[in-house]
């Protein structure tokens, strides 16, 4: 985890940088706001790395002599497949089409989000996939 950290950091000095340097040559407000967001969103990531390496153990990929089967093992709890990503796509679709179409779709896609939604977040309390 040392090294993803080192690697944002390192990439977050190069933004700043290039931030600094497209605002100075274009004087475009736009593309230097968002490279400064850029710079932002990756310190703020590479110091949560760097800080979360300190207090966690070493892993396999800190240590240059360490092979590929070395964090071989269980990775952790993934969720099984689901259905509800499909109608919140949906819903997000159609409430994004009554913007541009008519808000009378809103109609139609609010339930199609509301059942995704919680479908999605009661997903382990109800069917095959409740915990016991």
Request: net charge negative; no cysteine; aromatic share 18%.
């Amino acid at each position: 985890m040392k090294i993803q950290g080192k690697m944002f950091i390192w990439l977050s000095v190069f933004i700043l940088a290039m931030a600094i340097l497209y605002g100075v040559w274009s004087k475009e407000p736009a593309g230097t706001t968002a490279l400064f967001l850029a710079f932002g969103l990756a310190i703020m990531i590479g110091y949560y790395l760097a800080f979360t390496a300190r207090r966690v153990d070493a892993m396999a990929q800190d240590n240059k002599e360490a092979d590929v089967a070395d964090e071989a093992g269980e990775l952790g709890f993934f969720a099984p497949h689901s259905w509800q990503p499909l109608s919140l796509a949906v819903g997000g679709a159609l409430a994004f089409l009554a913007i541009a179409m008519g808000w009378w779709i809103l109609y139609f896609s609010a339930p199609l989000i509301l059942v995704g939604l919680f479908g999605w977040v009661f997903e382990f309390y109800r069917g095959e996939n409740q915990n016991q």
